[in-house]
């Protein structure tokens, strides 16, 4: 997190949450092959830790160039909320799909694609401060 912050204060935000929602959707690749492989697990554990909070900094940033840093906790709150809603939706349609198909692969690709439009849709956010606008305080 502290080296996405640092990047975020000298880059476009909106780059370099594209570069880790793509990170993101590679270590879910990884469970596709841990089996009974405990190191693999490890370093899927120390990879997931390392990028899965290196969005807040840039997400940060961009919610305050585009709302203002005076709604910065109303809009951190609805992120957090949501987040927290697609998390527990996400556990349990992983659950209903093993359920459906006794095997965890599809879970995981799943979740490959949904990081990965996750990326894709951050394209479509501007960063005010990377086109020449200024920022709302």
């Known amino acids: 997190m502290l080296f996405a912050g640092?990047?975020?204060d000298r880059m476009d935000r909106r780059v370099l949450l594209v570069s880790i929602y793509l990170l993101r959707s590679l270590a879910?690749?990884?469970?596709?092959?841990v089996a009974t492989d405990y190191s693999l697990l490890i370093m899927f554990s120390i990879y997931v830790g390392t990028v899965f909070?290196?969005?807040?900094?840039p997400t940060i940033g961009l919610s305050a160039a585009h709302f203002g840093v005076s709604n910065l906790g109303l809009v951190m709150g609805m992120l957090t909320v949501g987040h927290a809603l697609g998390a527990a939706g996400g556990a349990?349609?992983?659950g209903a799909i093993f359920d459906l198909l006794l095997r965890y692969e599809w879970t995981w690709a799943v979740s490959i694609a949904l990081a990965a439009s996750a990326g894709?849709?951050?394209?479509?956010?501007?960063?005010?401060?990377?086109?020449?606008?200024?920022e709302t305080n």
Do not use: E, K, M, N
């Open 53 to 57: 909070y290196a969005t807040f900094p």
């Open 120 to 134: 894709l849709f951050t394209l479509l956010i501007p960063d005010p401060r990377g086109s020449g606008h200024s």
């Open 28 to 33: 879910f690749i990884v469970p596709l092959y």
């Open 92 to 94: 349990y349609l992983g």
């Open 6 to 8: 640092h990047l975020a």
